[in-house]
């Protein structure tokens, strides 16, 4: 299959063609069939023709990458890579293998040919690694083309359709493939009018996306709707247990596997911020996940279902109604009911992907059932792709945090089924759009690449993944590694200096959640709130005085949460409200940290975009400009947020700041 050319004025992102020089430069064999081994095929086909190697059918060759039976290897994406003499050889038992096993000969570079090195399996540490796309087929009147999206407008779908040219759905299935990504969900979570048919008459343009995905070893998803056989069937209930609503859901996805025989199942967001649901009919989730489960079973399809489900029309006056419990709320007491193919999906967080957030407690919660772990890789708290948040940290954190104590099982375990639960995996919504960049933010596309590389192996350090997507992106120039390591290795501790602090989590304005809003959602019926008051701030989520939330972990982390004295203090204000004297373990006060670390993050801003304009004349013109344009609006950005959070904070204590800066 030969590598299809980028549009016009479409950046490479981490395969251009130099990403391949020291692969296509030599003497190159490909053995085995079937279209994965194609697309692998293309790829040497195109950069040896770009470097001056040369794809052959016999001869002595410097890589060899065979497609073959090996009894003795259970898992099709894995392969086994070593050098021996003067070739290199990849072996694997199935075409993605091969694929993985190519590109990460590609990641290596000239070092893959150098030298000798014993044969060495790789495979992935999660069975699943998922990217869902909140695409919407029309554009939504509020949330536009793709919801929380700051790259553009959708690279699926235009005027009510999928795109006639899908060329650049292609590049972008090319991207994946490479990073070990091997599912995608195709269509938003919120599924709206005719997003909902693509289950049934639009089903055809779900099969052209099938099509660019396949090749990459990609299965394709459905995000639908659980009032479905009502809006499209005609039926006068979706009651999970009604033998009519049975029956729809069964000759739908016969239909869709008749037509697309690999796809994979059914994304699911129910009785969530509008979403129908069986909460509707007197049923659990269990009722509704097993409903859909028992469709694709017979089809070998699983179905994806959020656990994202709260009360979004609380009543800020109550103190004791907490959304942070929600989701272990209603799904703790159903574990063990679920079907063998559902997939309990679980924000890694309690809240909504907030700067700072502690592991959700439901991961440890409920262990005879499937969960997949899920971040966010579109910045919707994180800056909106105009600040470089470099997320891959904050990830890698909490799917290494170790819900049981010292020694314990991680998150990442969990979701792997290394516990002896059924495993999961890990899900990511995806930030590309139709930006000459993909990512809006050059620099984003880190994180895009950081999640599929980080879900491939937890055990991949941030600075070591960086600096792959570094060398693959822009080149080997030392100077280049240099100052974009000094930029954005410590970039997620930067935003979070300069935005919420200590945990507290949603001081932005509500609606598109860019920019401080600090009492934006305090009266509102979301259930973020900061409770700051004359006195102090921060959330009482204790046992012994508030919400109860600490309660939900297991001891281990229960009792650390619990009190002041032990509660990390980048999550004292997620879990306690503290007196603005509160000292923490710096030394400083509640209050004098807020002051310092807001003066601090906006000066780091103007030192991160000081190092970038050392950079004029080293990266690519067009990509100097549009990074030298964000972090302009960043560095405004920032001191927005550190006016307007120590403004605040002033009025509200009292208390000025120990070294005399201007706060307003």
């Known amino acids: 299959m030969p590598v299809a050319p980028l549009p016009d004025g479409v950046h490479p992102a981490w395969l251009p063609s130099a990403a391949l020089r020291a692969v296509g430069s030599r003497r190159v064999r490909v053995v085995g069939d079937g279209p994965v081994v194609a697309t692998v095929r293309g790829e040497v086909a195109a950069a040896v023709a770009e470097h001056g190697g040369a794809l052959v059918d016999d001869g002595p060759v410097d890589l060899e990458l065979v497609c073959a039976p090996d009894g003795g290897e259970p898992d099709p994406e894995a392969f086994v890579v070593g050098r021996s003499g003067t070739t290199t050889l990849v072996r694997a038992i199935d075409g993605v293998g091969l694929l993985y096993g190519f590109h990460h000969v ?10 000798e090195a014993a044969p060495e399996r790789h495979a992935p540490r999660q069975p ?50 490479s990073i070990g990504v091997n599912r995608v969900g195709l269509n938003n979570v919120n599924v709206h009018r005719t997003e909902a048919r693509l289950l049934t008459d639009l089903l055809p343009e779900a099969v052209r996306l099938a099509e660019v995905f396949r090749p990459h ?212 919504v995806s930030n590309v759009g139709d930006d000459p960049f993909w990512t809006g933010h050059p620099l984003a596309q880190a994180n895009l690449y950081g999640f599929g590389r980080l879900a491939w192996d937890d055990r991949l350090t941030p600075e070591a993944v960086l600096d792959e997507w570094i060398g693959l992106t822009f080149g080997e120039a030392a100077d280049v590694r240099e100052a974009l390591h000094d930029i954005m290795d410590g970039s997620w501790p930067t935003y979070e200096r300069y935005t919420a602090p200590l945990g507290v989590g949603f001081m932005v304005n509500p609606g598109d959640h860019y920019g401080p809003g600090i009492d934006g959602y305090e009266y509102s019926s979301w259930g973020t709130y900061h409770f700051a008051d004359r006195d102090g701030l ?35 204000l997620f879990f306690h409200h503290v007196p603005y004297g509160h000292v923490l373990r710096s030394g400083k006060t509640v209050v004098q940290h807020i002051y310092d670390t807001h003066f601090e993050g906006r000066e780091e801003v103007v030192r991160m975009a000081g190092r970038w304009a050392r950079l004029e004349g080293r990266v690519p013109g067009e990509v100097f400009e549009r990074v030298t344009a964000l972090l302009r609006e960043q560095l405004r950005s920032a001191t927005e947020w550190r006016d307007q959070v120590n403004t605040y904070f002033w009025r509200k204590s009292g208390v000025p700041d120990a070294h005399g800066r201007t706060i307003y």
């Not at 991680?410 to 059924?422: I, L, M, N, Q």
């Open 106 to 115: 590609v990641r290596q570079g000239e070092s893959a040919f150098r030298g």
């Open 128 to 177: 699943v690694r998922m990217l869902d796309h909140w695409d919407n087929i029309d554009v939504h009147p509020v949330m536009g083309q793709v919801e929380r999206g700051y790259a553009g407008g959708s690279i699926f779908y235009d005027d009510g359709v999928v795109r006639a040219d899908l060329s650049r759905a292609r590049a972008y299935a090319r991207l994946l493939g």
């Open 217 to 428: 070893g990609i299965r394709v998803h459905l995000s639908v709707s659980f009032a479905a056989p009502m809006t499209l069937g005609g039926l006068p209930t979706a009651d999970p247990l009604d033998p009519a609503v049975r029956d729809w859901w069964a000759r739908t996805t016969a239909e869709v596997y008749a037509a697309i025989p690999d796809f994979g199942g059914y994304v699911v967001k129910a009785d969530s911020e509008g979403q129908p649901g069986p909460f509707a009919y007197g049923r659990d989730h269990a009722d509704g996940a097993n409903l859909l489960a028992r469709a694709l079973a017979p089809f070998g399809g699983t179905v994806f279902w959020r656990a994202f489900v709260y009360n979004h029309r609380q009543d800020w006056r109550d103190r004791t109604t907490d959304r942070a419990r929600a989701a272990y709320d209603h799904f703790a007491p159903l574990d063990g009911a679920f079907d063998p193919n559902v997939v309990l999906q679980v924000k890694a967080g309690p809240m909504d992907f907030q700067p700072r957030e502690p592991v959700s407690p439901v991961v440890a919660a409920m262990p005879r059932t499937s969960l997949a772990v899920e971040v966010q890789v579109t910045q919707e708290y994180t800056g909106h792709q105009k600040h470089v948040c470099y997320l891959v940290p904050l990830w890698r954190e909490m799917l290494l945090f170790r819900p049981w104590g010292e020694g314990g099982a991680t998150v990442a375990d969990v979701a792997a089924g290394r516990t002896g639960a059924p495993a999961g995996g890990v899900v990511a």
């Open 538 to 572: 921060g959330v009482d989520r204790t046992r012994a005085t508030g919400t109860g939330f600490t309660g939900q972990y297991p001891a281990s982390w229960r009792d650390v949460y619990e009190s002041t004295s032990t509660c990390p203090d980048e999550l004292l």
